[in-house]
């Protein structure tokens, strides 16, 4: 059989896809080259202007074409910061370089339109990566070198008090993103596009036809047991946003895995933001640099890893 992944992936990135299932990850940091195997978003539809203010597309900052650049996608929770995957910034070992990384904030279009900017800081989940062949914590922040301000919104987080109401099993959540969109074709889409799916319980999710248990508590499935709907390669990173009141939203998940896309029983699978509060709180405060481990406040004080939200 044919890798088509190694074809799309950069060298640099093939190592995150060792640590991972192959049948569960599919390319990540690769730029969108297109190919004939990619489903897309699967079931959606064009996103509308402005419609996910919060949404930005994670670029390789080596390539000048927005389009041929683009990597993930990630979601704007603060004016400089973005919170995405793990698996889109990970090289196999430890965060990829910042400088590698621009952010596309402003824009449902990678051909035109938008503000382009770079990274100074990727700080990855401290346990991202640590258990072999698990998809925990797929979570990460980047740090941009200056603020994001036109045609963009911030969208707040669903908070741990907020997690059973907003998330509860068949609430609808919509994800949006510029994952391929052809299952035939070339083409790979160059405008925002966006799937409503209902959210399902980790124990249907974890069930025999399912995932049988590769679904952790701080993971939220979304989907439909029929398939048809579905996030799919080039969305990771990116938001799942659910309402929260008229016409308000929260980010509910970040897009991290799933078996195929759309398939049966296979439903998509996010990291489930609202526990990650804390982590994300602590580092927006005084993001450690990356590489090196944090330093104890107090002389005295031995410093304590970070403590599992
Ligand atoms: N890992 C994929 C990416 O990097 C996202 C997969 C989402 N898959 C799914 N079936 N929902 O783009």
Redesign the pocket.
Known sequence: MQDFKAARRPLSMMSAALLLPAML????LSAHAGGPSEPKIVGGEKAAPGEFPWQVALLDAEIEDNAKAQT?GGSLIAPNWVLT?A??VYDGKKAVPASSVDVLGGTNSLKKGGTRVAVDAIIIHPRWGKKKGSEEDDIALLRLAEPLKDGVKVVPLVTRAQEVELTAAGKLATVSGW?DTEIEGEQAPTDLRKVQVPIITNRVCNGKDAYDGAIKPKMLCAGLAAGGK????????GPMVVSNGKKRFALAGV????????DPN?Y??YTRVSRYATWIEKVMAKPEKPGKPEKPEKPGKPGKPGKPE
Do not use: I, N
Not at 230 to 237: A, E, L, P, R, T
Not at 255 to 262: I, L, T
């Open positions: 990850m599919v390319p990540t993930c995957a698996h889109c994952g579905d996030s799919c390669q080039g969305d990771s990173g897009v991290s895995w799933g078996e195929g896309c759309a296979k998509g699978v």
